[in-house]
Nanobody, 119 residues
Framework: QVQLVESGGGLVQPGGSLRLSCAAS????????MGWYRQAPGKQRESVAI???????NYADSVKGRFTISRDNAKNTAYLQMNSLKPEDTAVYYC?????????????WGQGTQVTVSS
């Protein structure tokens, strides 16, 4: 089995920063894309940032220039550096990974970590 564990969420004031981590563990041959998604109360889950195994990135327009996604392939870990946070960034943030396991590929989700931006 494969597990994704997120960490780094919390309460921060507007303009502040947080760094989220997502560590994958278990029966992993390799990981293709990894991404961060978020879901605010009453809203649908949306893509925030995606990074390929080769390091290519894609960001939602709402976070471009403020958030940076990165990954450490040796540690099977993805990061999301969030700067200049705004109240509208408040949401539960989820990590997603396309994992290659013996027998095939599968998408996995983490349990989510709460990010609250408020004064």
């Amino acid at each position: 089995q494969v597990q994704l564990v997120e960490s780094g969420g919390g309460l921060v004031q507007p303009g502040g920063s947080l760094r989220l981590s997502c560590a994958a563990s278990g029966s992993i041959s390799s990981i293709y894309g990894m991404g961060w998604y978020r879901q605010a109360p009453g809203k649908q889950r949306e893509s925030v940032a995606i990074i390929t195994s080769g390091g290519g990135t894609n960001y939602a327009d709402s976070v471009k220039g403020r958030f940076t996604i990165s990954r450490d392939n040796a540690k099977n870990t993805a990061y999301l550096q969030m700067n200049s946070l705004k109240p509208e960034d408040t949401a539960v943030y989820y990590c997603n990974a396309r994992v290659v396991r013996p027998g095939g590929q599968q998408n996995y989700w983490g349990q989510g970590t709460q990010v609250t931006v408020s004064s």
